[in-house]
Each structure stands twice: as C-alpha cells, then as structure tokens.
C-alpha cells in the first residue's frame, strides 16, 4: 500500500509501504492514486513528496506479478498524473529507485537521493525494458548515450554518479527525506513547465544514427541472442527520433513482445533462482533459517597456484585477514608479485582505494594455526589432500574449519583423515575465483550444519551465489559436464568436427563450444583425472570400452600427440604459438579423425545441428535429474544457478533444468528414448527415473518438482 499524510508546511507524504524493498505491486499502485487524487483535491497541500518506507525507495514492479494476470492500476497513467500535477513533486531516494521505482521518480518533478543510494533501470535482466515510460523520460533527461548504456546493461549506479548524469537534482550525505521535505516546502509556485521530462526534446547528439548502429553492433554481440537488449535500443532510438507519445506506444509494443517471451520468463526465473539458492535445506532438516553461522575473520589458503591465488583475493576483497601459504619457492615468489597486484586490480574494479582485507604469504604450514578457516588449493591429487588434511588436523586450532577447493574428489574421505569430521566441507571455486560468482559448497556426510552455514555465509560475504550441493564425484557442476563432453567426442567419432559442434552451442547462446572451452583449461586435466581413474595410460586396452561403458580416447590420444590446448599452442584448434587466444580450424584435426574412423571402422555421416544440440544438451539435463533424484542438490534451482553462474549457460535460457521445461519433459524424454535406442552402450542417455516420473505426472511446472521429489521419495519411488 501507500500513505498520505498532511506534514506541516503543507507538504504531503506519501510513503510507499510493501517491505522488503516496496515494490510497486497492485496494492502499492491503488496506494499511490488515492494519495495523488488526494494530494489534487485538498486545497492544504501545495506541495507533495514520495518517499519509501524504512529508507528504501523502491525496488520497482512486483516481479512476480508478472506471473500471473495483470491486475490494479497501470503505472504508465499513474505515473502521467504524477508528472501532470499542478502541485510540485519530489522524489526523495533513499537505499534504492530501481526499474518501476526509478521510472516513478522520473515522473516526479525533482530527485533528491542519498549519496550511496542505487538507481538503475534493471528490466533487460528480467528480459523487458522500463515500460513505464523509461526509455523515453530517461534520455531526455541524462541525454541519449547515458540512457543507451544504463538501459542495455541494467547496471546500478550511486546516487554520486546519478547526480554527475543530472538524473537526481541533489544529493545528501544525510537524511534525503529531510532534504525533499524541506526542498518542496521552498519549492511552492515555481513553474513546472521545464520539470516535466516527457514534455522535453531528447538529448542527441548530432549523428544520432551513428550512435545508435554502432550500439547496436555491440549490443547484438554481447548479448549472444537475448531479446531484450536489443529491443532496449529500439526503444531508445524511438526516443530519439519520435514524438514522446509515439515513443511510448514504441515502448509499450516491444514490451509486449518481450513480456510474452520465453527469455522473458526464463530471466525471471533465474532472478528468483538466485535468491531461492541462499534459502539451503539440508537432508538433515538443517536449514538457513534454523542454523547458527559463525563469523570468519581470519583465514589462510594453501597453495598458490591459479586457484589458491584467486581465493585468497576473494577473501581479502571480503575483509579477510588472510594466510597465503606456498611450499615451492618459485611458486611462492611468483604469487607474491602477481597477488597483491590481482587485490588492487579487483579492489579499483569495484570502486575501492584499497581492499578491505590483507594477505601475508608465507611457506610453512605452522603458520596457518591461528587462523579460523583454512581452504585448500593444491594439486587435485588425493594421496596429496589426505595428507594435508592429516597435517591441518594437527596443526590448526580445534575448532577451525577445513575446507578443500577440490573439483570432484571425495569429501568425506578428506573429513575422515582429520580429528574433525564436521568441521570439513568442500568449497569449490571456478576460476577466476576472484571473479567468476558461482561457489559449490559441498557437505559431506559429517559436515555440521554450523560449519555449511558458515561457509555459505562467508560465499555471500565474498560477493558468490553459493550453491549447497552434495557429496558425490564432480558434485553437480563436474558431473554434468561430464556426460556432455563424451557426447561431444562420440559426435567426433561419427563424423562432426570440433568447430561444428562448437558452432551449434555457442549459436545455443554458451560464450564458448565445448571443445574451445576444453582448449581454453587445457586438455591434461581431464587426461590426469582419467588416468587417476584406470580408463587411460599404460597397460590400459586402447577399446571404446572401457570399465563397461563406452569410452571415446580420442581427447587422450590429443594429449599424447602433446595437443593440450591453447598452453602448447595446438589442440583441437591450431593457435598463433602457445598461449595464443585466437582459435582457427586445424586440418591436421581432420586427419587424425579420418585416421581414428579408419582404424576403428566407423563411417563418418554428416550429423544435423539438432542433433548435435539434443545429444549434447540431453545427456547433460539426464545427469541433472539424476543428480535430483539422489538428493545431490535441493531443487533444480540450484543447478540452474550453477549451470548460469559457473558453467555459461546462457541466463536467457533459465538453467538447464529450466530449458528441458521449456522444451517439454514428456519431449526431452522421448529425445532421450530415440538416441539411447541408437546407442545403448551411451548409460548417461538412459533416461532418469525422475524424469519419467515428471512426465508420468503431467510434467508439472518446474516450482513444483520439489514438491514431487519428496513425496517420491517418502514413498520410496526413487
Ligand atoms: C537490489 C535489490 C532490490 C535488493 O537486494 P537485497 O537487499 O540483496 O535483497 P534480495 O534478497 O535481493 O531481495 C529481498 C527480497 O525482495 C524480493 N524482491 C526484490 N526485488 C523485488 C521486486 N522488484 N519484486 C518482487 N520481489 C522483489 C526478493 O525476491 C527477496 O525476496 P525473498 O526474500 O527471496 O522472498 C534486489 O532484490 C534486486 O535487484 N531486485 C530487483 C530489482 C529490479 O529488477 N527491479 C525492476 C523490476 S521490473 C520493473 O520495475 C518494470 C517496470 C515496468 C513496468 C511497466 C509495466 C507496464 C507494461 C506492462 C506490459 C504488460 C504486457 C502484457 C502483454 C499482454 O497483455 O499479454
């Protein structure tokens, strides 16, 4: 809802209520026109300030109004009556004016805003534009190239970097309430002409359509087939070259498009997946909201290769104190140049003078016995880790948490070599680790549940979308990936080349196809993990059998002809010389597959895009049910948000768990019927019994898998 109330000096206050950030739902809609028709009608109030409830402003439309029905006023009008008001308005902007929020304030007649107050126009991450008149009130007021940008990215900006765009006409370290209060008090019988932006001419530069194409190249390129960036330069270039009513109808029409779209919904989804994540459920019953967390403000980190190196920059960024410890010397003086330089690069990045946390870097592991929370990050070697963990075990306090960066490997095994089973958890990073926002804690079988909430509340301290998954090899990100690639390689081996492949999944909307992603890490790594295994190395039958299933050795025959990616220069691309980025088909990679094929008598077929897609994307969604169906990970949100912030699957396609909804479960399933058909000896394409289960059930919308899961799984169907 909304209030008004009469404040001496005439001013009225409407107080926009709906916590926790006052979206503009129906009811908060129907508030603000009676407080408006109130403030029009009563001859005591001559001037009108909106303001938001406990210093929050307004985070915009109710999103999840968008499911359903449309109901309650509209905001184009209301925000018309706003700006059509004969009494001045002011907007005072505390905590947040986002989307519908920030549009309502571009309606009203001034802006004041707390210096550190966040305003933005997010909509395209929802897969929409500010319909609300938006894109067409915000360039005539902050001029073209500003909106162009703020609009395409959705990024928020400060109420400092608001005022220097002249978006806000004030900005107060104080309170902004007080401010407006005051300002609309002094405010009474000035002309408004001037302050009602839809009656302004766009500010353009002179060669408008040059600006506008050339956005649009970049746009198009950045946004790997979302619909709503583009569509925001459309409406932007209405803005520009259109009358304002014609401008909004442009705006009103390419909403409707968006709002209509699967990307829309997906988007939408991914927003509430994000927030759905945070909210963890143990199979213990443990949870978010009933489990203690420890605050962490010490830490040390043990080994400084890639990984270590960007954790322990995550942690100073949080605030850490942190120990850097490397027992190779070169290793360690490498890292003692590149780290502190990595800290003030990301500390400038996010607008800090310096980080907020230190690191000392040292090279004993005595060193680490005060700290609180140590993370591992040495070699994915399991001997290597036990005995670390036996070392820790000794060395550290008996309450400080053990954690292991590991990508795949067992938990408990590493919990069982310590005095301190519950105190150890798996926290697997994904590099860059000071970048990338994805971190999967894993919880062992003897994880407390103080030591999994503290672990997710440090990830959240560290800016990361922490994801509890459980304990089985690869967790849920690896062993996904798994099936995917070997599909891949089967492609290879019927007759697809790599750069084919590829082409499919990056059109699909993936930054990179699977075999640039595998060039890009390095082929040794999943060859050294094989081989750890038994499926490869000496003494192994060169079959495409392997351990009863089928195997394709073609990524270890490229690591034995010394192909391992872009670090050598040559893998399932050729490079300009090793380390070299650009990737350009390589005929010898066509030569070594004939001569595969020959050997192995497999007849090379031209395989379709579809096909490719399904088998690849399939076999992934197949492993995430089954993944579900063993209680790996709570929900399919929780892969959905790991696949989006870890794996590159494209936010406009919800996750995959949401694609495979999309695309129909009952459709996914027969897909998976018909290949596995064709190649029974492929287990990951035998289709889940979840998902036959779904489908047998009607395939539900994805919010009610869980509901399903559980009661399959109290009556013992799964
Ligand atoms: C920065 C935040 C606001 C706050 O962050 P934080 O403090 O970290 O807290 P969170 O955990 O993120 O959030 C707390 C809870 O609040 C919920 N939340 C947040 N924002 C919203 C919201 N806008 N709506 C609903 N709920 C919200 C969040 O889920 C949490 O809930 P819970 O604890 O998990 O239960 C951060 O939250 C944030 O970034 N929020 C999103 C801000 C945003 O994106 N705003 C823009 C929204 S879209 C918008 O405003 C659009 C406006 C234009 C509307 C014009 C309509 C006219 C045209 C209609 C066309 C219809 C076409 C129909 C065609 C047809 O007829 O078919």
């Known amino acids: 809802m909304a209030t008004f109330s009469l404040l001496p000096g005439s001013v009225a206050l409407i107080t926009l209520t709906n916590p926790p950030v006052n979206a503009l739902s129906a009811a908060v809609r129907a508030g603000i026109v009676q407080a408006v028709q109130r403030s029009v009608e009563d001859p005591k109030v001559k001037s009108v300030v909106i303001c938001g409830q406990n210093g929050r402003f307004c985070g915009g439309a109710d999103i999840r109004e968008f499911a359903g029905p449309m109901s309650g006023p509209p ?30 304030a571009l309606g009203c007649h001034y802006r004041i805003a707390h210096t550190t107050a966040l305003l933005g126009l997010p909509e395209v991450t929802l897969g929409l534009l500010p319909a609300a008149g938006g894109t067409q009130r915000l360039p005539r007021l902050a001029g073209l190239p500003a909106a162009l940008d703020l609009i395409t990215t959705g990024r928020h900006i400060s109420g400092t970097e608001a005022l220097e ?7 107060t370290d104080g309170s902004a309430l007080d401010i407006a209060l005051e300002f609309a008090k002094s405010i009474v019988g000035r002309p408004l002409n001037t302050r009602r932006l839809s009656t302004l001419p766009c500010r353009c530069p002179t060669d408008i359509d040059n600006l506008l194409d050339r956005f649009m190249v970049q746009v198009r390129q950045r946004a790997r087939g979302a619909l709503a960036p583009v569509a925001c330069v459309g409406a932007l270039r209405a803005a520009a070259t259109l009358p304002y009513a014609q401008g909004l109808r442009k705006e009103r029409e390419l909403m409707d498009t968006l709002f209509n779209s699967g990307q829309a919904r997906a988007l939408q989804y991914a927003f509430f997946s994000q927030r759905v994540v ?55 003086s490498e890292a003692r140049q590149m780290v502190p330089a990595m800290l003030q690069r990301e500390a400038g990045r996010r607008g800090l003078d310096t980080a907020p946390g230190v690191i000392s870097f040292c090279s004993s592991l005595q060193d680490v016995s005060e700290v609180e929370l140590v993370i591992e990050a040495v070699f994915e070697d399991m001997a290597l880790k036990l005995q670390l963990f036996r070392q820790l075990s000794a060395v550290c306090k008996p309450d400080t948490l053990l954690c292991s960066n590991t990508s795949g490997l067992d938990i408990d095994q590493l919990a069982a070599a310590t005095q ?16 990338m926002k994805l971190l999967e804690v894993v919880c062992g079988t003897r994880s407390s549940p103080e030591t999994v909430a503290t672990v997710m509340q440090l990830g959240k301290r560290m800016g990361k979308v922490s994801v509890a998954v459980g304990n089985c090899p690869g967790f849920v990100g690896n062993r996904m990936l798994k099936p995917y690639t070997e599909q891949a390689n089967f492609l290879l081996e019927e007759g697809a080349m790599p750069e084919q492949v590829d082409k499919v999944l990056e059109e699909f909307g993936f930054p990179m196809g699977v075999f640039r992603m595998s060039d890009l890490s390095g082929l040794d790594v999943g060859w050294r993990i094989r081989k750890a295994a038994g499926l490869t190395g000496p003494g192994v039958e060169p079959t495409r059998t392997r351990q009863g299933r089928r195997y394709s050795p073609l990524p270890d025959q490229m690591c034995e002809a010394g192909r391992l990616g872009q670090k050598t220069g040559r893998g399932w691309y050729q490079y300009d010389g090793p380390g070299g980025r650009v990737a350009r088909s390589d005929p010898w990679v066509q030569t070594f597959l004939d001569a595969y094929r020959a050997r192995h008598n497999l007849a090379a077929r031209v395989i379709a895009a579809e096909e490719i897609l ?55 399933l027969e897909k998976l019927e018909h290949y596995q058909q064709l190649h029974p000896d492929v287990a990951p394409m035998k289709p889940s019994m979840l998902l036959r289960r779904l489908v047998a059930a009607g395939s539900p919308p994805i919010q009610k898998w869980r509901e399903l899961i559980h009661r399959e799984r109290v009556h013992s169907q799964l």
């Open 75 to 104: 905001l184009v009008p209301l925000i018309h009556a706003i700006e059509a008001l004969d009494k001045p308005v002011v907007a005072a902007i505390e905590g947040l004016a986002l989307g519908g929020g920030l549009e309502l």
């Open 165 to 171: 765009l002249g978006i806000v006409d004030q900005v």
């Open 278 to 332: 945070g909210k963890w459920t143990l199979p213990s019953g443990a949870r978010w909201d009933n489990t203690t967390s420890r605050t962490i403000s010490t830490a040390a980190v043990i080994g400084l290769g890639t990984m270590g190196r960007g954790i322990a920059v995550a942690l100073a960024l949080a605030g850490m104190s942190v120990v850097a410890v490397e027992t190779q010397e070169k290793q360690l």
């Open 420 to 435: 301190r089973p519950g105190l150890v958890v798996g926290m697997h990073f994904f590099a860059p680790a000071h970048i």
């Open 614 to 668: 399904e088998r690849c994307l399939y076999s992934l969604i197949n492993e995430g049910f089954k993944i579900l169906q063993d209680g790996m990970a709570a929900g399919p949100e929780d892969i959905d948000a790991i696949y989006v912030f870890g794996y590159g699957w494209p936010r406009h396609r919800g996750g995959p768990m949401f694609h495979a909804g999309q695309v129909g479960l009952a459709r996914v």
